[in-house]
């Protein structure tokens, strides 16, 4: 037995099995941790102890499958060890792992400082009031200053970092306040630590002014520029607004443009313009959208700050300078760093244009310290004028003046949409603790206390203006279209009201037919009535047929036609109808002389079935073609004396009508005017359709459009109106006058007459609105000649 193994004994009751009946004994069953062991003892027991039991059996099974377990065991635990993770994954998927990784942390990282940065801003937003501050530097005594011993005059608080005292010759002290204090030993690193937060706001998309004011040789070129060695703002500005930009990079897209200028004796100066160049002259004009812009100023896209160095060089060595007892190389003029930030939302599309100012002021030394003459004193003259010019613009706006008087000098004209208002300004205020500057430094530091006196409203974020010029062309395009919306909808209503009252008139004007159709039915039943009243009478009136021939004939003698009766004595001419009056009882007899068949006017759509004669009067062959016809039948006259008084007299429009003469009645006889007898002559001679009497009208027309074999003649002469002679013109001359010896006597128609007219049917219809009147009738010889 392994001695090292352990053991533990338990006693197995004793009895009988109840399934096999085989007798328990108690044993000593010992149980080994180890079960290859434990395994092997029961089987070395086994034969000594006699027949093996049930549950030894059991337990040997069961240390035969833990052993079989145990060796898959240890060879999954092999195959395990054999794989490593690249085998799983492969190197791509951790390398991308990897940097992910290095990412979550960066962003991670980033979002804690932004998180943090935001609030300080947002404080530092509420604490500014307006957006405009300052801060103050004071430079170190400079190597002449000690040698002439002279001493500070400036102390400033151990505790607080925006206070300072001036020590007067007296020993009084002036204390100032301001954002910021910076001592003679503050570096240029702690400097912009200060001015960052409100650099970085022009890629937010406000304006944004810096600018250094302050004694000659107190260090504002040295703030602003600084030594290559020790940069100062404007570059330091340019290499935060690319790194931030550069952060920003997913979420807004940048394009940053610098240009630099001075204003030198009222003059503004490109300086990025190349030296060789002869210098343009650059003027300040007001865009639309009321931002102050120089036209030609050179703009330069600059995409690293290596750039951006240089171009300030560049820059700065074209900048004007001179020397003064003040300051060996003082700057003469102010002179104006702009970097222009174009920035685009990529997530929302909104688009930024700011502009950024540093500014590096001229000296505002007195004149009669620093002893200038001449061309210094000129340029000192101009630079007191544009300072004391910026003064007032700060005056009017610490007193919230109406009127602030940008206009009064270039450099507050530039600055004006980026000083005050809707922008964020910086002021430093540069001073020297020389004793001997004393009164210029009070100067200064009473200026900057007034400048942070003002009180600007918030600032605003500038949009793009050009983006904005394209939404206010939107908003009017939306007005007007709104405008021509509302019109179209009055139109619309004016003209559905309209609608509805002619479909009124139209309802009632059919309710008027309606009664009229009425009536009109009612007055054909009662003409049948008398019609055939009349028929029934004809036999009687034949007889009186050949009297009237007789009395036609002498009626084509009668040159005039007789006048119209007074209305009131003249019988209604019924109303047309297409009534067919029944054939004659009377034989139908040939006759060529009966005039009482007109083509009437309604029978002008000829070819149509309803013609229609008189069944008093037969015509020719010709004139029992089918034709449409109308016919007006005069009732019967009244046989009692009073309507025997009636004068029955011819109507003029016989084209409409078929009249039936009365017997016995020579008025009832239609006269036939010479000029009708004389169309049907012409008529009868082009070959055309003979009719008995035609309407003059109609028969005019039908001479218009019928071939004419003379047509050139007749152009030649007069037009073919003239040669009418129908009813209307009764005045025209009689048949017996020679052609040509008729005069008109209307001044238009001698007009007209003088005019050769060539004749064509357009000429007529073009014509048509000349009244008929004023034409002349030719005599019916003439006529009939030109047939
Ligand atoms: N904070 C400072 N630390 C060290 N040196 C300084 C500091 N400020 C100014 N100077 C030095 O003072 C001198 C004058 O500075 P600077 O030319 O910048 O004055 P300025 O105000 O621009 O004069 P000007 O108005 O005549 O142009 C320079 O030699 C500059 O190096």
Redesign the pocket.
Known sequence: MDQTAEMSSEKFNTGSDPFTGIVLEPIETTYFEDEDTLSNNIREISPVQGPTLPILQKIICLSTEIQNLKRDHTSLSDQVKGLNTDSVLGSDALETLRVLGKEYELLKKKYIDESSERKRLYNEVIELKGNIRVFC????L?QAEIANGSSSVVEFGSSLENELQIVSSDSSKKQFKYDHV?K?E?S?EAVFEQTKPIVTSVLDGYNVCIF?Y????????????G?PE?RGVNYRTLEELFCNSKDRNGVMRYELFVSMLEVYNEKIRDLLVDSNQPSKKLEIKQAAEGTQEVPGLTEARVYGTEEVWELLKSGGRARS?GS?N???????SHCLLRVTVKGENLINGQKTRSHLWLV??????RVGKIEVEGERLKESQFINKSLSALGDVISALATKSGHIPYRNSKLTHMLQSSLGGDCKTLMFV?ISPSSADLGETICSLNFASRVRGIESGPARKQADVSELFKYKQMAEKLKHDDKETKKLQENVQSLQLRLAAREHICRSLQEKARDLESQLAEERKTRIKQETRAFAAAPAQYSAMSSMKQQSAQRTKIERKPPLAPSKLRMPLRGITNFMPPPSPLPRKKTTTTTTTFRTKMGAAEGKENTTRTAMAPTNTRSLLPRRASIAVRPQPPTSAAAATQVMQPRRRVSIATLRPEPNSSHMTTPLHPSLSHFRNVNAAMGGRQSFVRDPRKARYSNLFSPLPDYKTVSETTTPIAMRSSSKFMGSPPTHQQPGSWKPRHPTVVALQRKTLVWSPMKLRGMKNIRRSMLPSLPSSSSSEMQ
Do not use: H, I, Y
């Open positions: 530097r004071c430079r170190p400079n910076f003679p503050d240029q250094a302050g004694q000659t040789g107190t260090g504002k070129t040295f703030t602003m520029e030594p020790n300078v003064t003040a300051n060996e190389l003082s700057s003469r590096d002021l001229a000296g505002s030394e540069q």
